[in-house]
């Protein structure tokens, strides 16, 4: 099964006519973007979270952009955990049977080698997964596949904090794309064994460095990633075009077609 749905669920005052919105064109997924800081209350994620169960809609959060986790600043590491911590705090509210998957992107290499940062951010996503475990947040922390080659997060790289910290995880289609110029489905298979898949995608523009941005998805593009994903999986696929719910309503029509 794989449920769509958009990046971007809106303000307070507009969340619940636009869920209302998708789940009347058959998207079952929408992931709030919390990337310029968190918005909601208690209150409002607690009314949201019921009003998206009601239409099965399942809410995934993205953390904000400006988050390193490998910074050489101790106080930009403490602020990177704060906003995924913010984000935990409210995504624990909106109560859902599944795990509230919160992504982020967890750093860049900087001047350290690329061990070295693994390294790093094990050590800090395993400090947060213990926060998460005691405050008993009903969350799961997702790392990002990164389309930038000088940015963490190869498919390799997420795979193995998987692996070695048990965190979810969140497979950017596009980014992979950006990253190994092709969507190497054989490789995220063997690197992501698991049932359930959080996935991202949209149409992208890639130069030599990777990922430059993203565009309207192609329906082409829909086909292919569709044909690649395994049909025992149960996956979220959130579409991040500038035209989020018109691209997620494309591949489903891809989907269903």
């Known amino acids: ?60 959060i993205h953390a904000s952009y400006y988050i390193n986790l490998n910074s050489i600043e101790k106080e930009k590491i403490d602020a990177s955990k704060k906003r995924i911590i913010d984000c935990c705090k409210i995504g624990h509210y909106f109560n859902q049977k599944e795990k509230t998957r919160i992504v982020f992107h967890a750093g860049f290499y900087g001047k350290k080698d690329a061990e070295e940062t693994y390294q790093n951010l094990k050590k800090q996503i395993i400090e947060l997964l213990e926060i998460v475990k005691k405050n008993k947040w009903n969350v799961e922390l997702c790392p990002e596949t990164m389309g930038k080659k000088n940015v963490f997060g190869s498919v390799e790289e997420i795979s193995r904090l998987v692996t ?61 990633v569709l044909q690649g994903i395994p049909g025992d999986k149960q996956v979220v696929i959130i579409n991040e075009s500038p035209e989020p719910v018109s691209d997620s309503v494309l591949g489903l029509e891809v989907y269903t077609a």
């Open 164 to 224: 070695e910290t048990g965190c979810g995880f969140c497979i950017d289609l596009a980014h992979v794309l950006a990253r190994y110029g092709d969507y190497n489905f054989d490789l995220i298979k063997k690197s992501f064994p698991r049932k359930e898949w959080h996935c991202h995608f949209s149409g992208i523009v890639y130069g030599d460095k990777g990922e430059r941005y993203h565009k309207l998805t192609p329906r082409e593009e829909w086909k292919k």
């Open 1 to 60: 099964m794989i449920r769509f749905g958009p990046a971007g669920l809106g303000g307070v005052e507009d969340a619940i006519i636009n869920i209302e919105n998708y789940a009347k064109q058959g998207l079952k997924a929408c992931e709030v973007s919390f990337t310029h800081g968190v918005y909601l209350g208690k209150e409002d994620a607690l009314r949201i979270g019921e009003f998206a169960k009601k239409h099965d809609i399942y809410l995934s």
